[in-house]
């Protein structure tokens, strides 16, 4: 009678075979998504020249358009500014840039392309920082006792409340938000500032941080309102499929409190689907919201980028959207190795 062959990790090693096979491939699936993202980020920086000479708009003529100029003069100025060359050596040019982050110099405000998004950075992860933060918090604890409680009235209350957020679009809800807090209607004073990002005649030390934080409320309330929603389907959902599985029945019928169950049971492996969803977000906070920005005047690239369309600004506009799909694409795949590294399934797979 023949012996069963042994294939498990001992049998390996006897064989010679490496040990570390998993190791391996977890480096192998991330150099696979890390060749993908550079594949991802070059169809990226050829869409971005390509698509914004889409928009309509001579920079020339809108730059100048109150100003007597001769043709001699605007032919200077597109010569200046590059656009008296062919398309194609206009695109080579942009890409041998654009590898070494060199976005050109803006029309508007004849200022290298990368200091302006360097000034107008902070601004925006300050405010979509600390939203994403409090959206995270607030949606992840909202969607476990949602879920934990499921069919009960905060249940119910809170998926339906989510669900109407997460449909409202950003800049009608900060409008309405600017109208009765800020502007005031009715009963209701004028609470909060209407633009900007501090008050022309700001004090020095912590009362400019006050005096920030004062202006920051209406846009991050707008920017907490509609993220959190996300995050509380999401971790409502997938607790949802962990309360159904045999080791939480197992947990509670080896006599485990309740809340034990959850928190060290449940809840962690119910919070595996939101990695993706948070480092999604935190590529997106680079770039900022641009509806928020451009409703409240907050200072960010969102405002910029919205200003640099007007024009229309190629050099702003190219520099401001390639910085931010780097951002995103950066995230997304940090998001699928983390997740790979967390989920032992995904890495049997």
Request: hydrophobic residues 50%; aromatic residues 14%.
């Given at each position: 009678m023949t012996a069963p062959i042994d294939t498990g990790p001992a049998a390996e090693v006897a064989a010679g075979l490496p040990e570390d096979r998993p190791a391996r491939g977890t480096l192998r699936y991330a150099l696979t998504k890390v060749g993908g993202a550079l594949v991802s980020i070059a169809m990226v920086i050829v869409a971005t020249f390509f698509m914004f000479r889409l928009i309509p708009g001579d920079p020339v003529i809108a730059y100048t358009r109150d100003v007597p100029l001769s043709p001699d003069q605007i032919e200077l100025l597109r010569k200046q500014m590059g656009l008296?060359?062919?398309?194609?050596?206009q695109f080579v040019d942009f890409v041998v840039r654009a590898v070494r982050?060199?976005?050109?110099?803006?029309?508007?405000y004849r200022r290298p392309v990368m200091d302006l998004i360097g000034e107008k950075v902070g601004s925006t992860l300050l405010l979509t920082g600390v939203g994403l933060v409090i959206a995270v918090s607030l949606g992840l604890w909202q969607?476990?006792?949602?879920?934990?409680?499921?069919g009960g009235?905060?249940?119910?209350?809170?998926?339906?409340?989510?669900l109407v957020l997460w449909s409202v679009p950003t800049f009608w809800l900060g409008l309405l938000?600017?109208?009765?807090?800020?502007?005031?209607?009715?009963?209701?004073?004028?609470?909060?500032?209407?633009?900007?990002m501090d008050s022309v005649d700001a004090p020095d030390g912590f009362a400019y941080i006050l005096d920030v934080a004062h202006h920051?409320?209406?846009?991050?309330?707008?920017?907490?309102?509609?993220?959190?929603?996300?995050?509380?389907?999401v971790m409502r959902s997938s607790l949802l499929d962990e309360i159904g599985q045999d080791y939480v029945t197992t947990a509670r019928a080896k006599g485990l409190r309740d809340d034990l169950v959850r928190r060290r049971h449940a809840v962690p492996n119910a919070l595996l689907p939101t990695v993706t969803l948070v480092f999604i977000h935190i590529g997106f906070v680079v770039g900022g919201?641009?509806?928020?920005?451009?409703?409240?005047?907050?200072?960010?690239?969102?405002?910029?980028?919205?200003?640099?369309?007007k024009g229309p600004d190629f050099p702003v506009m190219q520099g401001a959207f390639l910085v931010v799909c780097?951002?995103?694409i950066i995230m997304n795949t940090l998001a699928d190795v983390v997740y790979h590294l967390l989920d032992p399934r995904v890495r049997a797979a």
């Open positions: 008296d060359q062919p398309v194609f050596n982050f060199d976005f050109g110099t803006s029309y508007e969607g476990t006792r949602a879920a934990w409680n499921h009235r905060f249940d119910r209350y809170s998926t339906a409340i989510s938000l600017l109208m009765t807090l800020a502007a005031g209607i009715g009963p209701i004073p004028g609470m909060f500032p209407t633009r900007g920051m409320v209406l846009p991050c309330l707008t920017l907490v309102a509609v993220v959190y929603a996300q995050y509380l389907l919201a641009v509806t928020v920005e451009y409703v409240f005047s907050w200072p960010g690239l969102g405002l910029l980028f919205v200003e640099a369309i780097i951002a995103v």
